[in-house]
């Protein structure tokens, strides 16, 4: 090649060669779009968006929040190094949903489905996979099951528990957040507080695993927070969180999250009985060797306590302090179901039995207006120092599930801490007093033994239970059945005699009084022996512990009445659920309001129920008119329409189950009646005087009753002696 020819192709290949280079830059792919292991860095506005919600949620941390600096554009290296300056979260792009535990299609494979959130490396919603909002959504995925067919809607299936918006107020108005279940909050290292509720925050490494990273200044990682979900049991979970010192100095620290939220109302919102839980073991002065089981009785919060509580923690308080008791467990419950936290056991349950390590404070906070109105809580942890290259471990379990006796009462480690606590059998308020627990447990005990293994029926077993409690009180029911009759017929008798008194005395009521008691003990006639009420009263407890049982069982929940004889009529929702209203003109498919009742449909057993009250008391009270001003008759009057109307009432939303115990408790009270009137027909029951001794005084009655009505007339008479002995007369001069 000539020179001439090397003049002219040089130039012409650098040319060639400066014009690839150029459209390599402009038409090439540029740098890199960062993965979810770089580190993003936000504008300041979005960074205190994502911040300023749980500073205004439940910390009372006045520290300033933490800067990300924009100088860290790589992964920082994991080297022990001494911590420099100012620390900061690195922040993660990803917007992969986590990949969640348990599944709703196969009810032998899992109980729940469990979805999580990177916002605060929580859980985004709870929801059961074998128990269901409704009746009708029961019987649509039972049939469903086992037939095939159409899907139905998977909003069927309880939730027992989701996210929440907390609204928090910025420079640029009012935002939201979303609050997850048992997400984390905060942590405060070396007095830096840094948030952990932004979902940019936490970098998701596995099914239910979460990994957040401190870093300084100089982009050295001083800090790793892990937060790995696992399924434990059908309704227990194990959260596995630690803090791991990647510096060679201690780290001061501080942890918060958020803990068990309030629960979902129940649909009918009967009553509110949302409540706050604590288990706990006794002072080491009361038991040093934590031989005890785990207390939880006489400390709760109704839902309406804790919105009450403001900034004053739910635990602890000065009396659990003056007390001396350790935390166990705290719970969050509803009518049925619960979130509980509680100490990891490990393996062989022999671990501490106390939240100490994780859990020092809990405080709740209410946001929310109206029906929307919750709770959320917060779990402070000890303050901790982490050794150089050291490990916080901040596990715990969390059971999701229902209150259940055979679950809570035979797996662990519900049984080691005592966890059976959670379910209580009790009204709150003004019936808190006389709803007997022990008996309540044993009425459970009794209808779970004739369902299980005698007749295999709820409804069958709540009315033998009728059949033998009315057994246990016929003795007392008869005697006074046979006192009231006979009392009714002596004072009819006696009424020419008193009609003689009030003629005598017409402007001295007191003396009319004294005479009429005075001619009742000549004949005979104790009022104390007529026990009129006694059978009911003795019954009131029961119903009131059964009333309790009823609502809170979740055995009962869901459960139809005469082996669902009634849903075999075009699904006739009457009687198909005993613990909800018995819904005999079908059910509403959102509640309606009614005074101050929710009303889920129109319901036949309280009318029926009131009808035979009104029977009840025409066909058991005795005439006594005679013996009766107008105005006891006027009261005695309006006591009857009270019960017939006040009772049906107050119990129109009541569980169908227990309408089912009374109605037939009732109807087989007239029938007893009937047969013990029979018995009465066939008795002497004339007036007979008092009998007297040799002497010509009158004996008193051998049973107690009569003795004591014959004190009170002897000590009557005595007083009045007395009166009259005191009296003196001054002649008048």
Request: charged share 20%.
């Amino acid at each position: 090649m000539t020179k001439q020819a090397k003049r002219r192709l040089i130039p012409l290949i650098v040319t060639v060669a400066a014009a690839g280079v150029l459209a390599a830059v402009i038409f090439g792919p540029g740098k890199p779009k960062p993965t979810a292991e770089e580190t993003i860095t936000p504008p300041a506005e979005v960074a205190t968006k994502a911040e300023k919600p749980v500073q205004d949620a439940i910390t009372t941390v006045s520290k300033p929040e933490p800067t990300f600096d924009p100088k860290i554009e790589a992964e920082p290296e994991v080297k022990s190094k001494p911590v420099t300056g100012k620390l900061s979260l690195l922040l993660y792009k990803d917007e992969t949903t986590p990949t969640p535990l348990g599944s709703l299609g196969d009810v032998e494979a899992a109980k729940m489905k469990v979805s999580f959130t990177r916002a605060g490396a929580g859980i985004s919603s709870i929801r059961f996979s074998n128990i269901f909002e409704t009746v009708d959504g029961k019987l649509a995925w039972n049939k469903y099951r086992s037939d095939g067919g159409e899907q139905p809607p998977i909003d069927d299936m309880y939730l027992l528990s989701t996210t929440h918006e907390l609204a928090y107020n910025t420079d640029l108005g009012v935002q939201t957040a979303a609050i997850s279940v048992l997400g984390a909050s905060q942590i405060i290292i070396n007095n830096e507080l840094l948030h952990l509720t932004s979902p940019t925050v936490w970098n998701v490494t596995g099914t239910g695993s979460f990994e957040a990273t401190v870093v300084d200044e100089t982009n050295n990682v001083v800090a790793k927070i892990t937060r790995v979900w696992t399924m434990d049991n059908d309704f227990g979970l194990l959260l596995d969180q630690k803090v791991q010192n990647l510096t060679t100095s201690k780290l001061e620290v501080e942890w918060l999250q958020y803990g068990p939220p309030s629960l979902r109302v129940d649909r009918s919102r009967y009553m509110d009985r949302r409540r706050f839980r604590f288990g706990w073991e006794l002072s080491d002065e009361y038991d040093p060797n934590q031989a005890a089981p785990i207390q939880s009785s006489d400390f709760l919060y109704e839902y309406a306590d804790a919105a009450k509580v403001g900034s004053e923690p739910l635990w602890p308080t000065p009396e659990t302090t003056e007390d001396g008791l350790k935390l166990s467990w705290f719970a969050s419950t509803n009518r049925y179901f619960a979130i509980a936290v509680f100490p990891n056991l490990g393996e062989n349950r022999n671990d501490s039995r106390l939240l100490k390590n994780t859990v020092q404070v809990i405080t709740a906070q209410t946001s929310g207006v109206d029906d929307k109105e919750f709770i959320l809580t917060a779990l402070w942890a000890p303050k901790k120092t982490i050794e150089a290259s050291g490990t916080l471990d901040l596990t715990m379990g969390v059971y999701a599930g229902p209150l259940k006796r055979s679950i809570l009462d035979n797996d662990q480690p519900y049984v080691s801490l005592s966890m059976r606590g959670m379910v209580l059998y009790q009204m709150s308020s003004m019936c808190a007093i006389c709803t007997f627990q022990w008996l309540a447990d044993f009425l459970a005990m009794v209808l779970t033994t004739l369902d299980q293994y005698v007749v295999f029926d709820w409804g069958l077993a709540i009315i033998l239970l009728v059949l033998i409690v009315r057994t246990l009180l016929h003795p007392i029911t008869k005697k006074s059945q046979v006192n009231m009759q006979r009392f009714g017929k002596v004072m009819q008798n006696l009424k020419p005699e008193i009609d003689k008194l009030k003629s005598k005395y017409p402007n001295d009521p007191k003396k009319v009084q004294s005479e009429q008691m005075k001619l009742m003990q000549t004949h005979g006639v104790n009022p104390f022996q007529m026990l009129g009420c006694l059978p009911m009263f003795l019954q009131m407890p029961i119903w009131v512990a059964l009333y309790a049982l009823l609502y809170f069982m979740f055995d009962i929940r869901q459960e139809p009445a005469f082996f669902g004889v009634f849903q075999m009529f075009g699904d006739w929702p009457f009687l198909a659920d005993l613990s909800a209203s018995d819904h005999f003109f079908g059910a509403f498919a959102e509640p309606k309001q009614f005074l101050m009742w929710n009303m889920t449909g129109i319901n036949l057993l309280p009318i029926l129920m009131g009808g035979i009250f009104f029977v009840q008391q025409k066909y058991m009270s005795p005439q006594t008119g005679a013996a009766m001003t107008s105005e006891q008759q006027s009261q005695q009057k309006i006591m009857r329409i009270m019960m017939v109307v006040l009772f049906p009432v107050m119990l129109y939303s009541a569980p169908s189950g227990l309408t089912l115990y009374i109605l037939t408790s009732s109807t087989v009270g007239i029938l007893e009646s009937r047969h013990i009137r029979k018995h009465v027909d066939q008795m002497d029951l004339s007036p007979k005087a008092a009998p007297v001794d040799a002497v010509g005084k009158r004996k008193k009655p051998k049973d107690k009753q009569g003795r004591a009505w014959a004190d009170a007339m002897e000590a009557r008479k005595k007083k009045v002696k007395n009166k009259a002995g005191k009296r003196s007369f001054k002649k008048k001069g």
